[in-house]
């Protein structure tokens, strides 16, 4: 199971919900802004508009996707490349500087391909996933131990045990803020937040009757 930091997940989070606003308002893939557009979004973006970064990474969503089809022969789920593609669009929306001469989409595709290769690189690391409830050894009673069970015997100090619940429970409060219940089970059910292991978003899509694109 693929341990996230809470800075990391947070930012996963919130770009999960933020692609998943556009799929509920049925505008998943806006069309692209024109030259001028652009240009007047891009200005007033640096000038500290956030209204005007949002429009400029909802409006070239349509990218995301036409990157991502380069990468359909994948093992990979599109609904998954998408949104770690979304995280690519993002940071490039972020660090673009117009006065180097570049375009937008030039720049921004190189971002979202660099995003999506990072993750299949960490990908191939993570080959042999590791549950914890997988099973490592046996005690000297010959009795079965799992990863659980010696991550939790590992001798932690009283302030790394309080600043670790303490996060753990900042998170969850920070999901449950930010998310419906339906969309805090998916969440929980899909990263394996419950202690289970991590199911697919085609497992989550016939346990709660919904389509695959959804989840």
Excluded: W
Excluded at 8 to 30: A, D, E, Q, R
Excluded at 78 to 84: A, G, M, R
Excluded at 104 to 112: D, F, G, N, P, Q
Aim: with cysteine.
């Amino acid at each position: 199971m693929l341990v996230l930091s809470i800075s990391g997940f947070l930012v996963f989070l919130k770009t999960s919900i933020f692609v998943f606003g556009y799929i509920s308002k049925n505008s998943l893939f806006p069309e692209p802004l024109n030259s001028e557009e652009e240009m007047k979004y891009i200005q007033m973006f640096e000038n500290g508009d956030k209204d005007a970064r949002s429009i400029l990474i909802e409006r070239n969503l349509r990218l995301v996707a036409h990157v991502c089809k380069k990468y359909s022969n994948s093992n990979a789920e599109l609904d998954d490349l998408i949104s770690i593609g979304t995280i690519g669009l993002i940071k490039g929306i972020d660090s673009f500087n117009y006065k180097k001469g570049v375009k937008l989409a030039t720049y921004v595709s190189r971002c979202i391909d660099n995003e999506i290769l990072m993750y299949f690189r960490s990908s191939k690391k993570l080959n042999a996933e590791v549950y914890l409830e997988d099973t490592v050894g046996k005690d000297k009673d010959d009795n079965t131990v799992s990863l659980q069970e010696i991550l939790e015997n590992n001798e932690r100090s009283i302030e790394d045990e309080v600043d670790l619940k303490f996060k753990i429970k900042k998170l969850y409060k920070k999901m449950k803020e930010v998310l419906k219940d339906r969309e805090f089970g998916i969440i929980t059910m899909r990263f394996g937040l419950d202690g289970k292991k991590p199911k697919t978003q085609e497992q989550i899509a016939k346990m709660m009757g919904i389509s695959r694109s959804y989840v």
